[in-house]
């Protein structure tokens, strides 16, 4: 449509350049332009206040009525284990609630999947876990949208940002699934699927602002545009805002290893200073640690490849550079391979078997030979390279933090917060391993030396809100690490519901974690009862399930009384373990058969009582 002069208030020369522009505006564009227009005459906003870039945008009047065939209702849902996909969840909420949509944020196991019919816009954040594995408060909502009893969705339009890990094969499986089930039930995308790695805060944001903007493009093609107002505001400083991508750096007040005198393993109690930081915790959280690389494998690996290793190199997208060594120390991830990392490296290699390796038929194979190898059993395998090191480490992962359950309340040491670590060690494939940022922690980390951190919230391993509730708890190794801050919390703040914990380590002697802590408590009250479990010190291997069954029926009084059970630890034998004999537990006492026992359990998950923190 082209604007006439004789019935605008513009000059000639006026509509020949307006419409010269108009034609040329994405709908997006055309959005921002007619909000700053109605702001500007509105608010009066004057044209230095533009340039000086003194403008913010808000929601200025109530959003137009949507034309049918557009919607600005907008279901988010995630599933999430440690927090990263809630936290992504509730930025995209505020950025659709910033330009008027209308938005219902729900986890998975919370969403009332007979609404799904009813949803025209449905986003959806979720992380996978181990093989390819939904988190566990997304299992049930997945179990039923791949069920019979899913509904045809031909009104729905979505998307899914799914966050995963390349080094596991199963990268992000758990949101290719759900796009791919919507996509069989009817629904149409409104965006393309995002598969993130683990910094996933780039994607994430470019996969919001997509959504964001086929949202808006859909609005504005059925009348229903979303006016944008502007304001001047003034430039005020702003505090700094430590997080997961602009770290605090910690200085270490303690690093002591707990375990005593003989003990094949070693465990470190660090305690950090966050005096600065503006950090809060809650018992559940945890901390992340950005670690620095073995040096021994850097120098190994610039010397295998002839590199110099002051050589300046490219570590990120905005071009900032660091030496080759530093680089490799502080920047990349070199201990982990993957096929994705193999098939960016072929064209460095003209070695025969390393292509072999990567053929379809050889999947197993390479499987395998990933498997506890490094960066360094590549360059070392394979040979001759032809690769300049700034293309060849551009083709590698940034390095990421490791996560580690909080030990201590926050209410007791406002101004500090305690890990418990274990350096792990171990021989593969002709070489000493060690765990990058355990032993890191263990071997050159000293009291005065800071460490790069942040808090990681997780909401799905929390204290009852009602300090009453009886709580269960196990923890074999350092996975006693958030027990330990939830019991400091409840002698902190006087809780009097009942604690019970099931501990497990190697020997009673040398590996009993915070003992003298844990008989302090049970001194004061604040840990009711405490069963223990040493695998080594007995002819016949005892593990803390084997504790929970011969306590089994005071254990199941105490779930029917509403205690809360904990897990936390190793993932695939320990929680597994622990569950199996849960289950048995509850047939037993109980008087109940199998599959009523797992709908008891997955009475206990839907009402928040049965939480895992497993890895």
């Known amino acids: 449509m082209q604007l006439?002069?004789?019935?605008?208030?513009?000059?000639?020369?006026?509509?020949?350049?307006l419409n010269q522009l108009l034609p040329s505006l994405t709908p997006v564009q055309r959005i921002w332009l007619s909000g700053y227009l109605s702001a500007t005459a509105n608010l009066g906003a004057s044209?230095?206040?533009?340039?000086?870039?003194?403008?913010?945008?808000?929601?200025?009047?109530?959003?137009?009525?949507?034309?049918?065939?557009?919607?600005?209702?907008?279901?988010?849902?995630?599933?999430?284990?440690?927090?990263?996909?809630?936290?992504?969840?509730?930025?995209?909420?505020?950025?659709?609630?910033?330009?008027?949509?209308?938005?219902?944020?729900?986890?998975?196991?919370?969403?009332?999947?007979?609404?799904?019919?009813?949803?025209q816009n449905l986003l959806i954040i979720v992380s996978t876990q181990g093989e390819g594995e939904p988190p566990d408060n997304a299992k049930s909502f997945f179990e039923f949208l791949h069920s019979k009893r899913a509904p045809r969705l031909e009104g729905m339009q979505y998307?899914?940002?799914?966050?995963?890990?390349?080094?596991?094969?199963?990268?992000?499986?758990?949101?290719?699934?759900?796009?791919?089930?919507?996509?069989?039930?009817?629904?149409?995308?409104?965006?393309?699927?995002?598969?993130?790695?683990?910094?996933?805060?780039?994607?994430?944001?470019?996969?919001?602002?997509?959504?964001?903007?086929?949202?808006?493009?859909?609005?504005?093609?059925?009348?229903?545009a979303v006016n944008v107002a502007v304001s001047a505001t003034s430039e005020e400083p702003v505090e700094t805002v430590y997080s997961r991508t602009n770290p605090f750096y910690a200085e270490v007040i303690e690093n002591i290893?707990?375990?005593?005198?003989?003990?094949?393993?070693?465990?470190?109690?660090?305690?950090?200073?966050?005096?600065?930081?503006?950090?809060?915790?809650?018992p559940g959280d945890c901390i992340g640690i950005y670690p620095e690389n073995d040096p021994e494998i850097v120098d190994a690996i610039i010397s295998r490849m002839n590199w110099n290793p002051e050589e300046p190199v490219v570590v990120n997208k905005?071009?900032?550079?660091?030496?080759?060594?530093?680089?490799?120390?502080?920047?990349?991830?070199?201990?982990?391979?993957?096929?994705?990392?193999?098939?960016?490296?072929a064209e460095y290699t003209s070695d025969p078997r390393f292509h072999e390796l990567l053929a379809q038929d050889r999947a197993a194979e390479l499987k395998e030979y990933l498997k506890g190898r490094d960066?360094?059993?590549?360059?070392?395998?394979?040979?001759?390279?032809?690769?300049?090191?700034?293309e060849f480490i551009s083709q590698l992962r940034k390095l990421p933090a490791r996560l580690y359950s909080i030990a201590s309340s926050y209410k007791a040491n406002p101004d500090e917060v305690t890990l418990v670590i274990r350096a792990v060690r171990y021989e593969a494939h002709g070489r000493q391993r060690k765990g990058v940022c355990s032993v890191y922690c263990a071997e050159r980390l000293q009291p005065g030396d800071k460490v790069p951190i942040y808090v990681q919230h997780n909401s799905h391993f929390k204290l009852p809100s009602n300090p009453e509730t009886p709580i269960i708890m196990v923890g074999p190794g350092t996975g006693v690490a958030p027990f330990r801050s939830f019991i400091e919390e409840r002698d902190e703040t006087g809780a009097a519901g009942k604690?019970?914990?099931?501990?497990?380590?190697?020997?009673?002697?040398?590996?009993?974690?915070?003992?003298?802590?844990?008989?302090?408590?049970?001194?004061?009250?604040?840990?009711?009862?405490?069963?223990?479990?040493?695998?080594?010190?007995?002819?016949?291997?005892?593990?803390?399930?084997?504790?929970?069954?011969?306590?089994?029926?005071?254990?199941?009084?105490?779930?029917?009384?509403?205690?809360?059970?904990?897990?936390?630890?190793d993932k695939n034998n320990m929680a597994k373990d622990v569950h199996e004999a849960l289950l048995q537990i509850i047939e037993k006492e109980g008087g109940k058969s199998r599959s009523e026992a797992e709908a008891y359990l997955d009475n206990l998950k839907a009402a928040g009582r049965y939480q895992r923190d497993v890895y």
């Open 4 to 17: 006439q002069e004789t019935n605008s208030p513009f000059s000639k020369d006026q509509v020949e350049l």
């Open 47 to 119: 044209v230095d206040a533009v340039q000086t870039g003194a403008i913010a945008v808000q929601a200025s009047a109530p959003a137009p009525a949507a034309a049918p065939g557009a919607s600005r209702e907008v279901t988010i849902l995630f599933g999430s284990q440690t927090g990263n996909s809630e936290k992504l969840a509730k930025q995209l909420k505020g950025k659709l609630e910033q330009q008027q949509f209308q938005v219902t944020l729900s986890s998975m196991r919370d969403f009332k999947p007979n609404g799904l019919k009813k949803v």
């Open 159 to 224: 998307s899914v940002l799914a966050l995963g890990d390349t080094s596991y094969e199963f990268f992000c499986q758990t949101g290719k699934d759900f796009d791919k089930r919507l996509e069989e039930l009817g629904a149409t995308r409104i965006a393309p699927r995002v598969d993130c790695d683990l910094a996933y805060e780039e994607p994430a944001g470019e996969w919001m602002n997509q959504v964001l903007s086929s949202l808006n493009e859909k609005l504005n093609a059925n009348g229903a």
């Open 257 to 282: 290893n707990l375990n005593g005198r003989g003990s094949d393993l070693e465990t470190r109690h660090l305690v950090l200073s966050l005096e600065g930081s503006n950090f809060q915790y809650e």
């Open 318 to 345: 905005d071009g900032t550079k660091q030496p080759l060594r530093e680089a490799l120390l502080r920047s990349f991830e070199i201990t982990i391979l993957s096929r994705k990392m193999m098939e960016k490296f």
């Open 375 to 390: 960066l360094l059993d590549l360059v070392n395998d394979f040979s001759p390279w032809n690769a300049p090191a700034q």
């Open 499 to 569: 604690s019970w914990l099931f501990y497990g380590d190697r020997h009673f002697r040398t590996d009993f974690l915070y003992q003298t802590d844990w008989q302090r408590w049970l001194k004061s009250g604040a840990l009711t009862r405490m069963d223990v479990a040493f695998s080594r010190d007995t002819a016949e291997k005892v593990y803390v399930q084997h504790r929970m069954l011969e306590k089994s029926r005071e254990l199941y009084e105490w779930l029917e009384e509403g205690a809360y059970f904990y897990v936390c630890g």
